[in-house]
T-cell receptor, first 115, second 110 residues
């Protein structure tokens, strides 16, 4: 059974650029959630995808967007990067969005630095 | 006030001590997660619970839905338990929302 993987591991961008982060969910999982974790802070929920549809969204602007593919892998896209977007981006997969299916399995994260 | 509050923020213990980390929340929830994060970022889910108590090895998690409070206990603590422990609550009904506490940094000294 393959765990959750993310790519790239590290990324450096400049202000105004666009970035795409990728996540492959654990085998059998149809739900992917994305989180932003600034240094020294707890994670903040960005959004969740369940069966290719957005199923919930945190307080992030529209320049944060996502996709989920038929194989349940997912992308996080951030446009017009700002310095404050520098953070660890975590994705987590689960068997489903709610109830006993919601146990989250996290990937190792992508460290994004915006200069 | 944050929807999820953890205490203490930092905790230092000697190997073998019994440890308790607390989590209080202010919203209605359908489940609560306890997570462990080691330096470098990797997060591991320890427990997901919606009532009562769960035990896994030296770790015990309890939740009191009426009091909106959960505790994570570590018995016979060990230096390898040193990590950040994060509480997160699942709310929002059919519209998923997971809200995290800021975490408790635990250091267990030999």
């Amino acid at each position: 059974e393959t765990g959750v993987t993310q790519s790239p591991t590290h990324l450096i961008k400049t202000r105004g650029q666009q970035v795409t982060l990728r996540c492959s969910s654990q085998s059998g999982h149809n739900t992917v959630s994305w989180y932003q974790q600034a240094l020294g802070q707890g994670p903040q929920f960005i959004f969740q995808y369940y069966r290719e549809e957005e199923n919930g969204r945190g307080n992030f602007p529209p320049r944060f967007s996502g996709l989920q593919f038929p194989n349940y892998s997912s992308e996080l896209n951030v446009n017009a990067l700002e310095l404050d977007d520098s953070a660890l981006y975590l994705c987590a997969s689960s068997l489903g969005p709610q109830g006993p299916y919601n146990e989250q399995f996290f990937g190792p994260g992508t460290r994004l630095t915006v200069l | 006030k944050n929807e999820v509050e953890q205490s203490p923020q930092n905790l230092t213990a000697q190997e073998g001590e019994f440890i308790t980390i607390n989590c209080s929340y202010s919203v209605g929830i359908s489940a609560l997660h306890w997570l462990q994060q080691h330096p470098g970022g990797g997060i591991v889910s320890l427990f997901m619970l919606s009532s009562g108590k769960k035990k896994h090895g030296r770790l015990i998690a309890t939740i009191n839905i009426q009091e909106k409070h959960s505790s994570l206990h570590i018995t016979a603590s060990h230096p390898r338990d040193s990590a950040v422990y994060i509480c997160a609550v699942l709310s929002g009904g059919s519209n998923y929302k997971l809200t995290f506490g800021k975490g408790t940094l635990l250091t267990v000294n030999p």
